[in-house]
C-alpha cells in the first residue's frame, strides 16, 4: 500500500512537472538559453571585474557584445540572401527543367499526361492553407522570435547581474551542513560550464570558417550563407 502510494506521488509529480514546463515554455525556452548565454559571459565579466568594472557595466558590454554578434550575423546572412537572390532566375530554369523531366517520368510511368498532373496538384493546393494563412501565420513568427530574443538579451542580463544571488540562494536552500558543499559545487559547475561553452563557440567559429573554405574551393555559390546555415 505505501509502496503504490509513493508510486503515484511520483507519477503525480511527473505529471505536474511535464504540464509546467508545457505551458510555461514560452518563458522557459528563453531563459535556458539565456543561462547557457550567459555561462559564456562570466569569465570576461569576473576579469573586467577584478579590474574595477561595476557589475552592472560588465553585465552590459556582455549583452553588448551579445546584440553586436547576432546583428552582425543576421546582416551576413542578409547580404548571402541577396546573392542567393540574384541567382534565383538561373535556379528557376533548372528547376522548371528538372519539372518537366519530373512530368515526362511520371506519364511514361503511370501514364498521366501533364494536363491531369496540374489538376492533381491545383487540388492538393486548394486544401492546404491559403495564401493569406500562411503570410499571418509568417508574421505571427516572426514577432514571437523577436519577442523570445529581447526577452534572451534581458535574461542575460539580469542572470550576469545577479549571479551572486542566486548563488547565495543555493546555498541558503541547503542544508546547514553542506552549504560549503555545495558553494565548491557550484564554483566549480560554473567554471565547467563556462569553459565548454567557451569551447563550444570557438569550435563554432571555426567550422563555419572551414565549411565557407571548403565550399569556396569546390565552386559552391553563396558559400557563407551555406557555411552558416
Same mark, same amino acid.
Given at each position: 500500500?505505501?509502496?503504490?502510494?509513493?508510486?503515484?506521488? +511520483?507519477?503525480?509529480?511527473?505529471?505536474?512537472?511535464v504540464?509546467?514546463?508545457?505551458?510555461?515554455?514560452?518563458?522557459?525556452?528563453?531563459?535556458?538559453?539565456?543561462a547557457?548565454?550567459?555561462?559564456?559571459?562570466?569569465?570576461?565579466s569576473?576579469?573586467?571585474?577584478?579590474?574595477?568594472?561595476?557589475?552592472?557595466?560588465t =553585465?552590459?558590454?556582455?549583452?553588448?557584445?551579445?546584440?553586436?554578434?547576432?546583428?552582425?550575423?543576421?546582416?551576413?546572412?542578409?547580404?548571402?540572401?541577396?546573392?542567393?537572390?540574384?541567382?534565383?532566375?538561373?535556379?528557376?530554369?533548372?528547376?522548371?527543367?528538372?519539372?518537366?523531366?519530373?512530368?515526362?517520368?511520371?506519364?511514361?510511368?503511370?501514364?498521366?499526361?501533364?494536363?491531369?498532373?496540374?489538376?492533381? =496538384?491545383?487540388?492538393?493546393?486548394?486544401?492546404?492553407?491559403?495564401?493569406?494563412?500562411?503570410?499571418?501565420?509568417?508574421?505571427?513568427g516572426?514577432?514571437?522570435?523577436?519577442?523570445?530574443?529581447?526577452?534572451?538579451?534581458v535574461?542575460?542580463y539580469?542572470?550576469l547581474?545577479?549571479?551572486?544571488?542566486?548563488?547565495?540562494?543555493?546555498?541558503? +536552500?541547503?542544508?546547514?551542513?553542506?552549504?560549503?558543499?555545495?558553494?565548491?559545487?557550484?564554483?566549480?559547475?560554473?567554471?565547467?560550464?563556462?569553459?565548454?561553452?567557451?569551447?563550444?563557440a570557438?569550435?563554432? +567559429?571555426?567550422?563555419?570558417?572551414?565549411?565557407?573554405?571548403?565550399?569556396?574551393?569546390?565552386?559552391?555559390?553563396?558559400?557563407?550563407?551555406?557555411? +552558416?546555415?
Open positions: 500500500m505505501r509502496k503504490t502510494t509513493t508510486n503515484l506521488k +511520483v507519477l503525480l509529480i511527473f505529471t505536474l512537472i504540464c509546467i514546463l508545457l505551458y510555461a515554455k514560452s518563458v522557459l525556452a528563453p531563459l535556458a538559453i539565456a547557457i548565454l550567459a555561462m559564456l559571459f562570466v569569465g570576461l569576473k576579469k573586467l571585474e577584478k579590474r574595477g568594472w561595476p557589475r552592472w557595466a =553585465a552590459l558590454l556582455s549583452v553588448g557584445i551579445l546584440f553586436a554578434s547576432t546583428t552582425g550575423l543576421l546582416l551576413l546572412l542578409s547580404w548571402q540572401m541577396q546573392s542567393f537572390a540574384s541567382n534565383i532566375d538561373s535556379m528557376k530554369e533548372n528547376i522548371l527543367q528538372l519539372i518537366a523531366r519530373l512530368q515526362n517520368w511520371i506519364d511514361a510511368q503511370f501514364g498521366l499526361d501533364q494536363e491531369q498532373q496540374k489538376s492533381l =496538384a491545383k487540388e492538393q493546393v486548394a486544401t492546404g492553407k491559403s495564401n493569406s494563412g500562411m503570410a499571418s501565420s509568417f508574421a505571427s516572426f514577432f514571437s522570435l523577436l519577442v523570445d530574443m529581447i526577452l534572451v538579451f535574461y542575460t539580469l542572470l547581474f545577479y549571479r551572486t544571488r542566486i548563488k547565495k540562494f543555493l546555498i541558503r +536552500v541547503s542544508a546547514p551542513n553542506d552549504q560549503e558543499q555545495a558553494l565548491e559545487i557550484a564554483h566549480r559547475s560554473t567554471e565547467v560550464a563556462t569553459s565548454y561553452m567557451s569551447g563550444l570557438k569550435m563554432i +567559429v571555426v567550422l563555419w570558417l572551414l565549411y565557407g573554405s571548403a565550399f569556396s574551393l569546390i565552386g559552391v555559390e553563396n558559400a557563407l550563407f551555406f557555411a +552558416v546555415l
